[in-house]
């Protein structure tokens, strides 16, 4: 607890995904309390031409009542 699964268009180093992945293992131990052997980060690559229909009309648009942050587009 938890899983977190991030959906982002391609290009972003490997760097880039360490750096968020560590600044997110950082604030979810210190707002849960959970310890980091119990964190886990998945990227996932989809195209910007895809977004559309395979996130937000899969994963946002039918979740927007749930949404913590939602997109402004």
Known sequence: ???ITIKI???QTEE??????EAITT???QITGKPEAVISIDFIE?????????VYETNIKQ????LYKK???
Request: zero cysteines; glycine letters at 6%; charged letters at 25%.
């Open 46 to 54: 989809v195209l910007e031409e895809a977004w559309m229909e395979e």
């Open 16 to 21: 880039q995904k360490t750096t968020l992945t």
């Open 63 to 66: 979740n927007l009542d749930r």
């Open 1 to 3: 607890m938890p899983h």
């Open 9 to 11: 268009y391609p290009g």
């Open 71 to 73: 997109p402004g587009y």
């Open 27 to 29: 604030q979810v131990i």
